[in-house]
């Protein structure tokens, strides 16, 4: 049960500086970021999107 719990209140994106792309689902090559608070998630999707990433 708390292995469900856990993986219920994990965000993930995968992110790509050098072509400016975030990732919502496994991209070769990107950077996997991992996180256990939906604030922080937001947050940093919301940072993202100021420096213009294109979403996938």
Same mark, same amino acid.
């Given at each position: 049960?708390?292995?469900?719990?856990?993986?219920?209140?994990?965000?993930?994106?995968?992110?790509?500086? @050098? @072509? @400016?792309?975030?990732?919502?689902?496994?991209?070769?090559?990107?950077?996997?970021?991992?996180? @256990?608070?939906?604030?922080?998630?937001?947050?940093?999707?919301?940072?993202?999107?100021?420096?213009?990433?294109?979403?996938?």
């Amino acid at each position: 049960m708390e292995q469900k719990n856990l993986a219920e209140n994990l965000w993930r994106v995968w992110v790509d500086t @050098r @072509r @400016r792309i975030v990732s919502f689902h496994e991209e070769e090559g990107c950077q996997l970021l991992e996180f @256990r608070n939906r604030e922080l998630f937001l947050s940093c999707v919301d940072q993202y999107t100021g420096m213009q990433y294109r979403y996938q």
